[in-house]
């Protein structure tokens, strides 16, 4: 056989094992993806097998728990003096269009607190709710508190016999989360689809997993958490009642889950349900705080025992997208809100029920602009209220006659 035949064979046998090398090496990384997929698919069926995925029909709605009691007004038996101090007739319009340009760099997620005494799911008042909005383009999480006094309108539906005002905090009880979304919807513009709910118990037990938190709690703080709400939530554990008390000082202060509950429902002292809102932000990004420090095999039980706890209508998407996203989540900016913004609304109690009338379609515009277009319009806000004021006592100034009744 002459050289260059011998040349030639050795050049196909070469290119031959070549091509295995290649083909190995194809299937052996295709091997590797579809173990890691597995893999990946096992831990989100893992995390996914443990939640409590509800839909509102697994809710009992209740009516006359003592937390419902005293809450419900009758606003057709209003008197003018206590529509006029509330703005009332003007102020909790909705009618207003409310269009914004929602778009899919932000998820938004309604944290949802029930005020219920009883372990079930009960469909009760919401004591606390706060928007979690994941912005993914500012790589910022602002947590926007809803106050549960807030007056608005509230379609007909569940045991919501007929559309009429009612505080924000009635539409989960009435008719659940579609009941809450389409409230969120109708007054503020927002297109909420997502929730998490959860009770006294769960809270309790989230935190103290965690190993509890560390808050600066003044002394007139801590003299309600201990004879109203740390007694309360002793008597439902049946422990002693005078377990988990705290010394009557300011200063800082390590909170167990009962005592950071406490801490989150004070609204008799420190500027009534407007400060306890805020406080319920402050123990949230405590938390937050807390788990980003976690070890990776710590945040994992951690996601356990937080899907076990908390019921919730995210989908297999919904939650592979969160599992995916969290190391990012991790390092975004913690931002807060509350909703009203001050100089927007006015408050007072309406047949001893407390009641809060604001100018919705403002507090729209600025919980938009701030979570979407990363830009705090509150000052542009305050000054068109001012201007809007002035233009009303100019305009009454130089027709007496028509304010007289003349």
């Known amino acids: 056989m002459s050289n260059s035949g011998r040349s030639s064979k050795k050049r196909s046998g070469g290119k031959r094992n070549v091509g295995k090398k290649i083909l190995y090496i194809f299937t052996s990384l295709l091997g590797v993806v579809v173990i890691l997929m597995s893999v990946a698919y096992g831990a989100f069926y893992h995390y996914y097998s443990k939640m409590n995925i509800t839909s509102d029909k697994d809710f009992e709605y209740v009516s006359k728990l003592d937390i419902t009691e005293g809450e419900d007004i009758d606003y ?15 102020d909790t319009s909705s009618d207003q269009e409310l269009v914004y340009n929602f778009t899919d760099d ?42 549960r006094d807030l007056c608005v309108d509230i379609k ?8 009429g005002k009612d505080k924000l905090n009635a539409a989960f009880a009435y008719g659940g989360s579609s009941m809450m979304f389409d409230t969120f919807k109708e007054n503020f513009g927002i297109p909420i689809d997502k929730y998490v709910h959860m009770d006294f118990f769960c809270f309790v037990s989230m935190v103290n997993y965690i190993g509890g938190i560390d808050l600066y709690v ?68 405590e938390i937050m705080k807390k788990v980003k420090t976690m070890s990776a095999s710590k945040l994992s039980k951690f996601a356990e025992t937080c899907l076990r706890l908390v019921t919730t209508n995210l989908s297999q998407t919904d939650v592979m997208s969160l599992l995916v996203g969290a190391p990012d989540y991790m390092t975004y900016e913690s931002c807060s809100a509350r909703i009203p913004i001050d100089g927007t ?43 809007e004021k002035a233009k009303a006592e100019e305009e009454a100034e130089s027709n007496p006659e028509e304010d007289n009744g003349t």
């Open 76 to 90: 057709s038996k209003m008197t003018d003096e206590e529509r006029e101090a509330l703005n009332y007739d003007s």
């Open 106 to 147: 932000v998820e938004n997620i309604l944290l949802v607190g029930t005020d219920s005494r009883h372990k079930g799911l009960y469909r009760t008042r919401t004591d606390a709710m706060v928007l979690v909005s994941i912005n993914k383009t500012t790589h910022k999480i602002f947590l926007t508190s809803f106050m």
């Open 156 to 163: 007909a539906g569940g045991n919501h016999k007929e559309a």
């Open 218 to 285: 003044k002394a007139d703080e801590r003299k309600v958490m201990n004879e109203v709400y740390i007694f309360e939530m002793n008597k439902l554990y049946n422990q002693p009642l005078d377990k988990d008390k705290l010394p009557l000082k300011t200063g800082m202060v390590h909170l167990n889950g009962k005592q950071a509950l406490a801490y989150t429902r004070v609204r008799y002292v420190g500027g009534g349900d407007f400060g306890r809102t805020e406080r319920q932000r402050k123990v949230l990004e």
């Open 345 to 387: 609304y006015k408050s007072g109690k309406v047949q001893g029920t407390y009641l809060i009338t604001a100018d919705l379609k403002k507090n729209a515009d600025y919980w938009y602009s701030l979570v979407y277009l990363d830009k705090d319009i509150s000052a542009e806000i305050l000054q068109k209220i001012k201007d």
